[in-house]
């Protein structure tokens, strides 16, 4: 993971409503579902596909910040990514089937798992594109 010294928030209200203080409104933040129904996001999405998205820093950034530039006054966005980079950090087949939907390679014996999964990872490598997404998006 990147030791990065990121530049000071221009808006904490969402941290400090974590916390547990007090905040003169109540924080509002969209997840990466937010954007779908974004005319921009659908046109972006058409030029690139989901893990491509997630799976590049500069892309994830963008669609994660989609919504934020449409709605200024959202106060944070979680990151563009999926659950399924996990599987596939794993070294799992996963695929977005337009239309279907997520298609994993199902572990259906115990045994599978040690011809269908690495165990050997190193995750903070597997998984730098997402920190260094967030690192830009933080930016």
């Known amino acids: 993971m990147m030791n990065v010294n990121f530049p000071e928030l221009k808006n904490d209200t ?5 916390y547990g203080e007090k905040t003169s409104y109540v924080p509002v933040w969209v997840m990466r579902q937010a954007g779908r129904y974004l005319p921009e996001f659908r046109e972006f999405r058409q030029h ?6 997630c799976e590049t820093p500069e892309l994830a950034c963008e669609a994660t910040m989609l919504p934020i530039r449409r709605f200024p006054s959202i106060d944070a966005a979680i990151i563009f990514s999926d ?3 996990i599987p596939k950090a794993l070294g799992m ?3 977005m089937v337009e239309g279907v939907g997520p298609v994993v390679d199902a572990l259906e014996t115990p045994s599978q798992i040690k011809t269908k999964v690495r165990t050997e990872n190193n995750i ?3 998984l730098d594109y997402l920190y ?3 690192t830009l998006t933080r930016h």
Do not use: P, W
């Not at 690139?48 to 998205?53: N, Y």
């Open 14 to 18: 969402i941290i400090r409503a974590a």
């Open 48 to 53: 690139h596909s989901f893990f491509d998205i």
């Open 83 to 85: 659950i399924l980079v």
């Open 93 to 95: 087949d996963v695929q």
């Open 124 to 126: 903070d490598a597997e």
């Open 132 to 134: 260094k997404a967030i």
